[in-house]
């Protein structure tokens, strides 16, 4: 029998991501290997040319990303619900100014005019709302005409309420587990970030992904499944199996 899930809200997510904030930053910063040998070439890529443009970073975190981008010359606007993290955000941008407004908000109800954004950037952020059609509702709405949405998540086909590698004796992986597919829903993640917090996220199947990207009007133009480059694997000697199932996956979706 499936055991029961506990009934875990937004709220409940956003205060492990504040209890874990310092624990982040100081783990997933520049030097992550996931940014620099896996995600970050590849949402760059699909983002193209944001030199002055109106680029929201929804769900920021500490800032990473909206900071790339204002170096690259684009008008960010960073948004984030954990208020610990926008917190360094914050700070970082009075050390450094680099023209970013962070603006303490839920992407699923932004608060924001319609039509103000060239481009959104949400770096493995949808599989962290529990209201995913209403984030989507929401990036369309911001979006002017022709602006694009390249989003990454936890690939939602190998991230379930029961999921995991199964391994040997020896701890090698011999395959990968998936069961409770269309069970949506909080999922009580392993302590990830740091060894005291589990974190929770929220399992989404493919369909509620791409066919709300759909239903809200967008038009889908790419959707990757991105493989480390081989400096990954020289960061992370370890990480054998990235190339075995896709951690992550990468949507580039355009309003018309
Ligand atoms: C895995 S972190 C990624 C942060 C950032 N995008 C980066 O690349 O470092 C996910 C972030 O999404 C934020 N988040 C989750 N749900 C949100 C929501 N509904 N509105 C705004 N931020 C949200 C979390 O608080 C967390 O900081």
Same mark, same amino acid.
């Given at each position: 029998?499936?055991?029961?899930?506990?009934?875990?809200?937004?709220?409940?997510? #956003?205060?492990?991501?504040?209890?874990?904030?310092? &624990?982040?930053?100081?783990?997933?910063?520049?030097?992550?290997?996931?940014? =620099?040998? *896996?995600?970050?070439?590849?949402?760059?890529?699909?983002?193209? &040319?944001? #030199? /002055?443009?109106?680029? !929201?970073?929804?769900?920021?975190?500490?800032?990473?990303?909206?900071?790339? !981008?204002?170096?690259?010359?684009?008008?960010?606007?960073?948004?984030e *619900?954990?208020?610990?993290m926008l917190q360094?955000a914050?700070?970082? @941008?009075? +050390?450094?100014?680099?023209?970013?407004?962070?603006?303490?908000?839920?992407?699923?109800?932004?608060?924001?005019?319609? %039509?103000?954004?060239?481009?959104?950037?949400?770096?493995?952020?949808?599989?962290?709302?529990?209201? !995913?059609?209403?984030?989507?509702? @929401?990036?369309?709405?911001?979006?002017?005409?022709?602006?694009?949405?390249?989003?990454?998540?936890?690939?939602?086909?190998?991230?379930? +309420?029961?999921?995991?590698?199964?391994?040997?004796?020896?701890? /090698?992986?011999?395959?990968? =587990?998936?069961?409770?597919?269309? %069970?949506?829903?909080?999922? @009580?993640?392993?302590?990830?970030?740091?060894?005291?917090?589990?974190?929770?996220?929220?399992?989404? #199947?493919?369909?509620?992904?791409?066919?709300?990207?759909?239903?809200?009007?967008?038009? *889908?133009?790419?959707?990757?499944?991105?493989?480390?480059?081989?400096?990954?694997?020289? &960061? +992370?000697?370890?990480?054998?199996?990235?190339? /075995?199932?896709?951690?992550?996956?990468?949507?580039?979706?355009?309003?018309?």
């Amino acid at each position: 029998m499936p055991q029961a899930m506990p009934d875990y809200t937004q709220r409940d997510a #956003t205060d492990r991501w504040n209890a874990v904030a310092e &624990a982040w930053a100081i783990r997933y910063g520049a030097n992550d290997a996931n940014r =620099r040998f *896996l995600l970050d070439p590849v949402l760059l890529n699909l983002l193209g &040319a944001v #030199t /002055r443009k109106r680029v !929201l970073d929804a769900g920021c975190g500490e800032g990473y990303f909206a900071r790339r !981008l204002a170096q690259m010359g684009a008008q960010v606007t960073g948004m984030e *619900l954990a208020e610990r993290m926008l917190q360094r955000a914050v700070q970082q @941008e009075e +050390r450094q100014p680099l023209g970013i407004a962070y603006l303490h908000g839920d992407i699923t109800a932004m608060g924001l005019c319609s %039509e103000s954004f060239q481009a959104i950037v949400s770096n493995v952020v949808l599989v962290d709302v529990q209201d !995913l059609a209403g984030a989507l509702q @929401e990036f369309f709405r911001v979006l002017q005409p022709g602006g694009v949405l390249v989003c990454s998540t936890i690939h939602p086909c190998f991230f379930t +309420r029961d999921s995991g590698w199964v391994k040997d004796e020896q701890g /090698r992986a011999l395959h990968f =587990r998936i069961d409770r597919y269309f %069970e949506r829903g909080a999922v @009580e993640d392993v302590p990830w970030v740091d060894r005291s917090t589990p974190m929770i996220a929220f399992h989404h #199947t493919l369909e509620d992904l791409v066919d709300g990207l759909l239903n809200c009007g967008f038009v *889908l133009q790419r959707l990757l499944e991105p493989l480390p480059q081989p400096e990954y694997y020289q &960061a +992370r000697p370890n990480d054998f199996n990235y190339d /075995r199932i896709p951690n992550f996956l990468v949507i580039k979706a355009q309003k018309p």
